[in-house]
């Protein structure tokens, strides 16, 4: 269950999963509180996850396509405006999961890692897995 209340709160609980009519209902409230950034392509494999990746979070030109730079890419992407924090939301997830669940489940561990560090800063970072 998607609870947009708890999306928009610095928590260690900050990887989700949860279907499109949740993310529906919670994406207006999350919008008055932090970024939201969805993915639109399907994700395969770790090739097509460090390419959506970078182009939904806007990483910099020079992201070097691995693990490392996803971390460092992480630490340094920025609220906008007055917005506290980021969610990201992984539409269709469930081929991720299905086709490279060592990639999914290294995505976990890596968000987690940020996250943990991210709270210190007292920002919201959720990551949704949307089946």
Known sequence: MIDAGLLTKVTAESVHFG???QIDS???QMLRVTNVFETGQEVTDQESLFRVLAATLKFPEYFGGNWD???DCL???QAIGARRGLVLVLHHARVLWREAPECAGTLVETWLSVAE???AGDEP???V???
């Open 75 to 77: 630490r340094d992407v």
């Open 69 to 71: 730079a996803v971390v």
């Open 26 to 28: 919670a994406r207006d």
């Open 19 to 21: 279907n499109m009519d």
């Open 125 to 127: 970072f959720h990551l």
């Open 129 to 131: 897995f949307v089946w």
């Open 117 to 119: 560090e991210r709270r």
